[in-house]
């Protein structure tokens, strides 16, 4: 496969909700070394951050993740604010993005890092991060102008009712998971895109570190490395959330340790019932395939 012979992902909608402005992928100017972060919701995108800051930042201390790092197409704030800050930044840019793939517009030149995570484990975090913010995350997401769709709501406390919800309803109360998955499975094969996983990520974060450093084109200091992984470290980063943490988990009255929870999986194990994991795993088949069903649940490529 040559640069000239690939056929590169062309957006073809707009992605309008509580959550989402894909429209801001139209008036953003890509820079050739640009890094795009790509994930459905608490698959691991924090922990990418802090990663790529501490390779990009050669294992700096209390980096401000969550300003170096933006989620580009989240409506709040607006395009109008988060656009000219983009652009104004001078170290070689990381992003965040939860769109897929046809709704992005997509750089040949930028690189793309996509995380998977087993979708049990995402609604097990995500519904931590729901059940747990407050009036002011409301206000932001229902209040600001250009809300598109139900607002966001506060969940009732039965989490597998809130699982099977998500289940039945394609992601709700946020988006499809399923098309999220396959539109960046489908690319896998292009040479700007890498496909990390969760698990992996958490069975052997060195290993997975180096691998995304050689994608990236980042060299690795060997008087860094330490610190490097110190501060990928799940315990670091719960102690020093506030910096990975949009509004320094102002959004959450526990604070920003609300948004980097637990990390870890396996959490659903002794809630949902053997019939509920077969209703998953024959949903995960139907909607992804074999191949991709299997890597999403064991990180298995």
Known sequence: MTENTIVWPRKTRELHSNHFDSTIWNEFAFRDDDIIVATYAKSGT???????????????????????????DLRVPPKEVKLPAVEAQTHRRFLKTHLPVDALVFSPKAKYLYIGRDGRDVVWSFYNHHVNANATWYAALNDTPGLVGPPMEKPGGDIRAYFLEWLERDGYPLWSFWENIRSWWQIRHLPNVELIHFAQLKADMPGQIRRMAAFLGIPIRAEAWDKILLHCSFDYMKRNATKSTPLGGAFWDEGAKVFVNQGVNGRWSDVLTPDDNARYRAKALAELGEECATWLETGAL
């Open 46 to 72: 924090t922990w990418m951050q802090q990663i790529l800051a501490q390779l990009l930042f050669d294992g700096a201390e209390a980096l401000p993740v969550a300003e170096m790092s933006p989620w580009l």
